[in-house]
């Protein structure tokens, strides 16, 4: 009986395994600014953008449905020429914090330069190492990043294969007349600057800090407050270091987006110097943003 039992649980598992992927991704396509065109033809983009994100393996792992990374793709459409799009897209992902309700989010990004064509009812095609379509390059490029951000945040320097999947995409892209893939191209803040960040070593230590704030900070204050806002209010020490190495890099001024709220709830019932502290940091950080963070002190 108990062999027929350790027989059944491991064909659920296997089959559990084989059929949930890693993302549980929310896809929107807004066309409210094209107006009297068909209006099926977005419909029809945006199952299949979902189809591609959610039913694609991004990574080894066996995730079980409750393990699914939690994520969101907002794409905005602007202009519509045929089968042309100009678009942006907003990508967010989340996890949990250990043993709470309590949701973090790892990556909040926004992309202005998401052109891409779509002929309906198209098969939405992807392979490692050749470049498609600007459509489901950008998608794999961004469901990688969102990966390994969460890998990041287990693990110190989890999320580095995923990582170099992304930038497999951005290298493939170089001889592409898409935007939004090359350095300085709009910027620094498209594709190319942020995975570039991603994997640069003089960055190391901010995936450390990465890590360190989501699973020896935030995780650890179920079980003692004081000792996980210890641990961040540290870490944010060597994001300053970093920052002054290598000044407004995307990586880390979109990290700063993702978490001003979070930061100033954490920090908000902190200690009186814990406070100051973290408050100077923040400030040497992102000075631009003094109003967001003074509620620090002001609670």
């Given at each position: 009986?108990?062999?027929i039992?350790?027989?059944?649980?491991?064909?659920?598992?296997?089959?559990?395994?084989?059929?949930?992927?890693?993302?549980?991704?929310?896809?929107?396509?807004?066309?409210?600014?094209?107006?009297?065109?068909?209006?099926?033809?977005?419909?029809?983009?945006?199952?299949?953008?979902?189809?591609?994100?959610?039913?694609?393996?991004?990574?080894?792992?066996?995730?079980?449905?409750?393990?699914?990374?939690?994520?969101?793709?907002?794409?905005?459409?602007?202009?519509?020429?045929?089968?042309?799009?100009?678009?942006?897209l907003?990508?967010?992902?989340?996890?949990?914090?250990?043993?709470?309700?309590?949701?973090?989010?790892?990556?909040?990004?926004?992309d202005?330069?998401f052109?891409?064509?779509?002929?309906e009812?198209?098969?939405?095609?992807?392979?490692?190492?050749?470049?498609?379509?600007?459509?489901?390059?950008?998608?794999?490029?961004?469901?990688?990043?969102?990966?390994?951000?969460?890998?990041?945040?287990?693990?110190?320097?989890?999320?580095?294969?995923?990582?170099?999947?992304?930038?497999s995409?951005?290298?493939?892209?170089?001889?592409?007349?898409?935007?939004?893939?090359?350095?300085?191209?709009k910027?620094?803040?498209?594709?190319?600057?942020?995975?570039?960040?991603?994997?640069?070593?003089?960055?190391?230590?901010?995936?450390?800090?990465?890590?360190?704030?989501?699973?020896?900070?935030?995780?650890?204050?179920?079980?003692?407050?004081?000792?996980?806002?210890?641990?961040?209010a540290?870490?944010?020490?060597?994001?300053?270091?970093?920052?002054?190495?290598?000044?407004?890099?995307?990586?880390?001024?979109?990290?700063?987006?993702?978490?001003t709220?979070?930061?100033?709830?954490?920090?908000?019932?902190?200690?009186?110097?814990?406070?100051?502290?973290?408050?100077?940091?923040?400030?040497?950080?992102?000075?631009?943003?003094?109003?967001?963070?003074?509620?620090?002190?002001?609670?």
């Amino acid at each position: 009986m108990k062999r027929i039992l350790i027989i059944f649980l491991l064909v659920i598992s296997c089959l559990f395994g084989a059929s949930a992927q890693e993302l549980k991704c929310n896809v929107i396509v807004n066309s409210d600014q094209i107006k009297g065109t068909n209006k099926q033809v977005f419909i029809t983009l945006q199952k299949a953008i979902s189809d591609f994100i959610n039913n694609r393996r991004w990574s080894e792992f066996q995730y079980t449905p409750t393990e699914k990374i939690e994520c969101s793709f907002v794409i905005i459409i602007s202009a519509q020429n045929a089968n042309s799009y100009t678009a942006s897209l907003q990508i967010q992902s989340r996890r949990p914090v250990f043993n709470s309700s309590y949701y973090t989010t790892l990556f909040n990004f926004k992309d202005e330069n998401f052109n891409f064509d779509y002929l309906e009812m198209s098969q939405l095609e992807f392979t490692e190492g050749t470049f498609t379509s600007n459509l489901t390059a950008v998608l794999a490029y961004y469901s990688y990043l969102i990966v390994g951000y969460d890998c990041d945040s287990f693990a110190k320097m989890g999320g580095t294969p995923y990582f170099l999947k992304a930038e497999s995409i951005v290298n493939s892209a170089q001889s592409q007349s898409e935007i939004g893939w090359k350095a300085f191209e709009k910027g620094d803040r498209n594709r190319y600057a942020l995975i570039n960040n991603l994997l640069d070593d003089n960055l190391k230590k901010y995936r450390e800090f990465f890590y360190e704030y989501h699973r020896l900070g935030l995780d650890e204050m179920s079980s003692d407050v004081d000792k996980g806002t210890a641990v961040i209010a540290n870490s944010i020490q060597v994001l300053r270091d970093v920052n002054r190495l290598r000044p407004s890099c995307v990586a880390i001024t979109s990290f700063l987006e993702t978490k001003t709220d979070e930061l100033v709830n954490i920090f908000s019932k902190a200690p009186a110097k814990e406070k100051t502290d973290v408050y100077n940091l923040l400030m040497d950080i992102n000075p631009s943003q003094s109003a967001k963070y003074e509620p620090i002190l002001k609670n």
